[in-house]
């Protein structure tokens, strides 16, 4: 009885004189509440959509109202008003607008005359559930204008909503593929680089580092460059079977300059992980810590990135911190590039961001982790 208190004890002192594991252990089922309970809230919100109102007359204002009706009850939809077809199209292209809806020049005298109207919903269904969500929310609130005008007369117009899909087929699977990249390179950067060293430390290794003409930036640098390498090809990897096994079949009409944004996207990521892992990682000497910590770490980057739930439907604060995760921006990037066919307009944006960040953690990493050798 004895021996087995002893290593009970031995036991129950190691764990409460790690504040750190203490912390994490009663903390991190509260963030995952917290965090994943606003991530995936049901029901899309805020789903920004821009309207074109070419016509102005009677019927188009009603539109405009079943639709405002959407926006203030269920909130599925933010509405957009825009003048101009050519910029509510070139802003669904780039992600800022989930759909647009166009009302044709002529609708109004169209239903007063019984003739066919249409309405146009064009939907970007590089994110599936968006595109389904939105298509259901419109013909639902637009059955109503039909059963107002439609008369019980046999000659009679008919209403027609119109929805065109801006990119070609995209299976639900599909879209994940952008976001298993992410957490391939999220794993990559954990377990590569600053946890070598934790490793080393914690084995008593790197001690020997300093008995040899290397100095603390050769270490840090020559860390950063081995696993920048092997996540990146992890990366492409994961990239390569998660299409095959999707169908997606990228690789068919995938451009030369595509391909080259694609692997910027995923280096800047890495590196921009990497760093962090650096800065988290820096005073760290027990591999067990690496373990709570990745955890930690990914359901707070990956779930908030919009790689399964679109960020619109965030709460405030939420949406507040996606805009500084740097995986929205990898997520963002890949799925345009992927799904979209874009160029280099359209991802500048992340690119910048994943460089500054990228710039920036990998500095803060080295001080930090120079420190602690």
């Known amino acids: 009885m004895h021996r087995f208190l002893a290593i009970f004890e031995r036991d129950l002192r190691k764990f409460i004189r790690n504040p750190l594991v203490v912390a994490m252990s009663l903390l991190m089922p509260i963030i995952y509440l917290v965090i994943l309970g606003n991530s995936f809230q049901g029901e899309l919100k805020n789903l920004p959509v821009a309207v074109v109102d070419l016509d102005s007359g009677p019927y188009s204002r009603k539109i405009m109202e079943l639709l405002a009706a959407v926006e203030a009850g269920p909130a599925t939809l933010e509405l957009v008003r825009v003048a101009d077809q050519g910029f509510a199209m070139e802003g669904l292209r780039q992600g800022v607008f989930k759909a647009a809806i166009v009302i044709p020049g002529g609708?109004?005298?169209?239903?007063?005359?019984?003739?066919?109207?249409?309405?146009?919903?064009?939907?970007?269904?590089?994110?599936?559930?968006?595109?389904?969500?939105?298509?259901?929310?419109?013909?639902?609130?637009?059955?109503?204008?039909?059963?107002?005008?439609?008369?019980?007369?046999?000659?009679?117009?008919?209403?027609?909503?119109?929805?065109?899909?801006?990119?070609?087929?995209?299976?639900?699977?599909?879209?994940?593929?952008?976001?298993?990249?992410?957490?391939?390179?999220?794993?990559?950067?954990?377990t590569t680089g600053a946890f070598n060293m934790v490793m080393d430390k914690f084995l008593?290794?790197?001690?020997?580092?300093?008995?040899?003409?290397?100095?603390?930036?050769?270490?840090?640098?020559?860390l950063i460059a081995s696993g920048l390498l092997i996540t990146t090809v992890l990366a492409l990897v994961v990239l390569f079977l998660g299409s095959l096994m999707s169908g997606l079949f990228f690789w068919g009409g995938m451009t030369f300059m595509t391909f080259v944004l694609m692997l910027a996207v995923i280096v800047l990521s890495t590196l921009g992980l990497q760093g962090l892992m650096f800065m988290i990682m820096g005073r760290i000497n027990h591999p067990r810590i690496v373990g709570?910590?990745?955890?930690?770490?990914?359901?707070?980057?990956?779930?908030?990135?919009?790689?399964?739930?679109?960020?619109?439907?965030?709460?405030?604060?939420?949406k507040a911190f996606a805009a500084v995760n740097p995986e929205t921006y990898s997520v963002h990037a890949m799925r345009a590039l992927l799904f979209k066919g874009a160029g280099l307009q359209a991802v500048q944006g992340d690119l910048v961001f994943l460089a500054v960040f990228a710039v920036f953690s990998v500095l803060f990493g080295m001080l930090a982790f120079k420190r602690a050798l």
């Open 107 to 190: 609708f109004s005298r169209d239903v007063m005359r019984r003739r066919l109207s249409e309405v146009g919903l064009y939907l970007d269904n590089a994110e599936t559930i968006s595109a389904m969500t939105i298509r259901a929310s419109v013909t639902a609130a637009l059955s109503e204008l039909r059963d107002e005008f439609v008369s019980i007369r046999e000659e009679r117009g008919e209403f027609r909503l119109r929805d065109m899909e801006l990119y070609r087929k995209i299976d639900y699977d599909q879209t994940l593929i952008p976001g298993v990249v992410i957490m391939a390179i999220f794993l990559g950067a954990m």
């Open 204 to 222: 008593g290794v790197e001690e020997s580092y300093f008995l040899t003409p290397l100095s603390k930036t050769d270490i840090v640098m020559g």
């Open 292 to 318: 709570v910590l990745g955890g930690f770490l990914n359901v707070i980057l990956f779930f908030p990135s919009g790689a399964i739930y679109p960020i619109e439907s965030f709460p405030g604060w939420l």
